[in-house]
């Protein structure tokens, strides 16, 4: 953890302009929007049904989801809102 | 094992651009949510986070200064269980874990380091609970939540939970104004606090135990109070220094109470649990209160009505309980309450006991065998109801409507024998007190404060005695005892600050008062009916206008308030109050108070002589009325108002966990009247006399109060010695002393907190009140008693009596709070004459004779109480 390590002393900012190459057309961002539209939108992008029905969907996420990969998506949705995911074939099970 | 890969990457991202952002906090020294930091790295940095929304809004941190880095940040977030991770994208995840981590807290009051009931606990607007007993409380919290703590009459304060607090105390502050004028917390114990002005304020929900009191029924608290006692050991019956219970002034709401009790004075008629505050005056008292010569009692309905639904009730074994406050919008709340006897479901010992205390020597005590049989069990009931609506448009204004009913019923029927002659007998008692008023108050520190209240009360007493003599034609009797006073009125007041030491407070005050009585009989003969006024049949109105103006300085050392208060009334004309109070500061242990005060009051609760026949009585809990006072017979009347000059001298010294008190005083009182006096009156209607001259009374008083407090354990001892007469010139050339003297009165109570447990024991000794002893009664007796100057010349012996209770606080789930409770006075279940009345019996001559009755101390009296509130 020692790319944490407190600085006393905040440097002047530099954005790091080479880690975000396809980041404009490669994601979705959503502001305190449900997870019923967050997960509707991963469905259309990916082709995929994704069942809702044993989490608590009207949560409101904000952040974003990359349409490089199905597991990427999920991952980036699901972490921060405390969600398990698994993929069987084109259907993803939802779970707290 | 992929989500542990994804972490991986992220921590490598990190490591690669590890270069500091830094974001511009436009609020610093405060808490500021997750969410509004992260947007001001989206705003300020153009950042990408994801979160879940509701959690990084209800997460706070603490920020000091005016920039935060990013790094930071990151620490920051740590302290409160959530970790920001960035991904080598450089987009950042916000994670809190799902669980709640246990957290408690203990209240205590800043002050006195006492611990706080009832406290409210919100995270945000959604009510978590309540303090327990203890003052602590248990939740399951997410770190990161900001607590706010509520309590009335104290400022609320916001708290921070992060993962390195398990269990804190926190310390709550008195408003600033209640602060400055509190020179005492714990009086007695917590509850009872002894402001500057030298009056008590008596809480009676935080009130710790005491001991033979299982609720914390107001007026009998306030007996463990020196200088404030029962001498017919009434729960409900306030003499405070000399005065008797009707030259008390109630108000509830700013309403002006005529009927102060359920149950022939066993239960004060104001319910505890809705009752915010009380303000006790025993002396010094304040221009703005008038018209009683003795003490003021001022109580407060609840008003934290608008955060959350709340509601409690509770049952003992003489009655339940229950309250509901609800908030409508943010600033409209409204408070309902109700309290009942439960002696329609089910006559408890308690009820028992306290039944044949109170009519002890009459036919409805079950115990007695006056040749009369109870055809029902003694079916009394009473309730007292109070609804109240607030609106609170900002913190500085409020507009109040408060309603209170208060009703006591008696109704019973008996059935004898006399001459071979079967009868029935009923007594049916109603007693109703209702009022409402009207509040508007705009109050803020530094202000003036200004107050317009606007009150109704109507008092009404219907006592109807009947013998129906169950043969035909025979003579029956429907004797009707009435009472009723209705008063309306209003007060205006500005209390004005000038500069850092002055206030000026000025007022005005209209009020009208009605009062009508009616003592008679119907007989009916033969079918024709013969009405006999027997007392009094009066109805008097009186009108009046008052303004007052007073004067407080308030430095540090020294608290001076010097007013007047004048009245002009259309029945005396002008009267004039002055009023000096003053209280010296000599050093950090040690306080000097003393004040100087007149007080005038119309009207008296009387009692009417008994002319007792032995076939039939009438209930002498029933015999008393609100009467104007006034002198000479018909066409020859004078209005009369009893003048009260009082002097008080006190001393207040505390060091090392030790208080003492000690005040003396001396009260002159003019024109006093007889008719209060079952014995004078019993006289006067033997000897056919119409009513004696005003006396002249004086009332000289030492109170004396020593506690300490070690840890839990509380102990006090109060002491008063009080000599009271007074002198009629006609009816006995000396002074004699009052049926209420009582010139030694002592108290010990312990009480002890232990877990979750209270325990209070108490002591009383009192030594016994005078009477007059009689053997024949008659007129040539009298005469003689009176000529040798022994009127109330003997005592009854001196009494004594231990009291204990026990309280039991569930645990507290920080949802609702409950209790269960058990008290038991008079423990060694000692009998003993307490108090005699007097009344007329008629020999077989039909000549008149004086006869006395002797009651006795309530017996050993059990008693316990269940309660909950959320």
């Not at chain 2, 709640?100 to 807290?105: A, T």
């Not at chain 2, 009505?305 to 943010?330: Q, R, S």
């Not at chain 2, 200004?450 to 129906?468: A, M, P, V």
Request: glycine letters at 6%; a neutral charge; proline letters at 3%.
């Amino acid at each position: 953890m020692a790319a944490f390590a407190k600085a006393k002393t905040p440097l002047t900012i530099v954005q790091n302009k080479n880690s975000i190459p396809t980041w404009r057309d490669g994601k979705s961002v959503f502001t305190n929007t449900s997870l019923i539209e967050v997960f509707a939108a991963i469905e259309r992008q990916f082709d995929v049904t994704i069942e809702i029905s044993r989490i608590n969907a009207n949560r409101k996420f904000t952040g974003f989801f990359s349409y490089e990969q199905l597991e990427n998506a999920l991952e980036q949705v699901c972490y921060p809102m405390n969600i398990k995911y698994t993929i069987e074939g084109r259907t993803v099970q939802l779970s707290n | 094992m992929q989500r542990l890969y994804y972490i991986l990457l992220c921590i490598v991202g990190i490591t690669i651009s590890a270069k500091a952002q830094q974001v511009k906090i436009p609020t610093s020294g405060t808490f500021v949510s997750v969410e509004d930091v992260v947007t001001f790295f989206k705003d300020q940095h153009n950042l990408q986070f994801s979160y879940d929304v509701a959690q990084m809004q209800q997460a706070f941190i603490p920020i000091n200064d005016t920039t935060l880095s990013i790094e930071d940040f990151t620490e920051v977030l740590k302290t409160i269980a959530i970790t920001l991770k960035k991904d080598k994208k450089g987009n950042y995840f916000l994670i809190q874990s799902n669980e709640e981590n246990s957290y408690c807290v203990t209240i205590k009051d800043t002050h006195s380091n006492l611990a706080l009931p009832n406290v409210t606990i919100y995270n945000g607007d959604e009510y978590l609970g309540i303090t327990d007993f203890s003052g602590t409380a248990n939740l399951e919290i997410r770190p990161g939540t900001l607590l706010t703590y509520r309590y009335t009459g104290y400022k609320s304060v916001i708290q921070h939970v992060s993962l390195s607090n398990d269990c804190i105390t926190l310390m709550l502050k008195d408003d600033v104004q209640a602060l400055e004028e509190i020179i005492l917390t714990n009086y007695l114990t917590r509850g009872l606090v002894k402001n500057k002005n030298s009056s008590l304020t008596l809480s009676p929900k935080t009130l710790a135990i005491l001991p033979g009191l299982v609720e914390p029924d107001v007026f009998q608290s306030l007996q463990l109070v020196p200088g404030i006692n029962s001498p017919g050991e009434n729960p409900a019956s306030l003499h405070i220094r000399g005065g008797t219970p009707d030259q008390n002034l109630l108000l509830w709401d700013g309403i002006k109470i005529y009927q102060n009790s359920h149950f022939f004075d066993q239960i004060t008629s104001f319910n505890p649990y809705i009752t915010k505050k009380v303000d006790v005056y025993r002396g010094g008292t304040s221009v703005r209160y008038g018209d009683r010569i003795s003490g003021v009692i001022n109580m407060q309905s609840d008003d934290d009505l608008f955060d959350t639904f709340k509601a409690g009730g509770g049952m003992n074994l003489l009655g339940g309980d229950v309250y509901f406050k609800i908030p409508i919008f943010k600033k409209l709340g409204i408070l309902i309450a109700g309290r009942r006897s439960l002696t329609d479901l089910y006559q408890s010992f308690t009820f028992n006991s306290i039944s044949s205390k109170v009519f002890q020597n009459s036919r409805l005590d079950a115990s007695e065998d006056i040749g009369i049989e109870n055809e029902t069990p003694l079916n009394y009931f009473f309730s007292d109801w109070n609804a109240k609506l607030m609106y609170k448009p900002n913190e500085n204004h409020s507009y109040t409507l408060s309603i209170i009913k208060i009703k006591n019923t008696l109704n019973n029927n008996n059935k004898g024998v006399r001459d071979n002659e079967p009868f029935q007998i009923g007594d049916r008692l109603e007693q109703n007190n209702w009022g409402g008023s009207f509040t508007w108050l705009r109050e803020k520190e530094g202000l003036t404060t200004k107050k317009f209240q606007l009150f109704l009360s109507d008092y009404s007493s219907q006592y109807n005695f009947e013998f129906i003599s169950e043969n035909e034609g025979a003579s029956n009797l429907i004797a009707t005892r009435i009472n009723q006073v209705t008063e309306f009125g209003y007060d205006l007041s500005y209390d004005i600050p000038i500069g850092k030491y002055h206030h000026v407070l000025i007022g005005n005050q209209l009020q009208t008062t009605n009062v009508s009585d009616g003592v008679f009989d119907i007989f009916n003969v033969n079918g024709q009916e013969i009405f006999n006024i027997i007392g009094l049949v009066t109805t008097q109105g009186r009108t009046n206008l008052i303004g007052y103006l007073e004067h407080r300085y308030d430095a540090d050392n020294l608290f001076l308030s010097t007013g007047i208060r004048a009245e002009y009334n259309n029945l005396v004309g002008l009267l004039f109050e002055p009023r000096v109070f003053a209280s010296l500061k000599l050093s950090n242990s040690l306080r000097l108070t003393t004040s100087l005060e007149r007080k005038n009051q119309s009207f008296s609760q009387i009692n009417n002589a008994q002319i007792e026949p032995d076939f039939y009585n009438l209930l002498p809990a029933a015999n008393q009325f609100w009467s104007i006072q006034f002198q000479g017979t018909e066409g020859n009347f004078e209005f009369l108002t009893q003048k009260s000059n009082q002097l008080t001298v006190g001393a207040l010294y505390k060091k090392n966990g030790w208080t003492a008190e000690l005040e003396g005083y001396y009260k002159k009182i003019d024109n006093t009247t007889s008719q209060i006096d079952t014995f004078i009156t019993s006289v006067n209607t033997i000897e056919q006399q119409t009513s004696l001259t005003p006396g002249l009374a004086k009332r000289y008083g030492l109170d004396f109060l020593l506690k300490k407090r070690i840890k839990n354990y509380k102990a006090w001892l109060s002491y008063t010695w009080a000599k009271n007469t007074v002198q009629y010139r006609d009816f006995q050339s000396l002074a004699f002393p009052e049926p209420f003297d009582q010139r030694h009165r002592f108290n010990l109570s312990q009480t002890y907190s232990y877990n979750h447990f209270e325990f209070a024991l108490g002591w009383t000794y009192g030594s016994g009140l005078p009477f007059t002893k009689t053997t024949t009664g008659s007129i040539q007796e009298i005469t003689d008693l009176r000529a040798n100057n022994n009127v109330y010349g003997n005592r009854l012996p001196d009494y004594h009596r231990l009291d204990l209770s026990t309280i039991y606080h569930f645990k507290n789930n920080g949802r609702w709070n409950g209790k269960v409770g058990f008290s038991i006075r008079n423990l060694y279940d000692r009998r003993q004459d307490i108090q005699t009345n007097y009344s007329i019996g008629i020999d077989d001559q039909n000549d008149f004779f004086l006869q006395s009755t002797t009651n006795e101390s309530l017996k050993l009296t059990a008693d316990m109480v269940f309660r909950i509130s959320f």
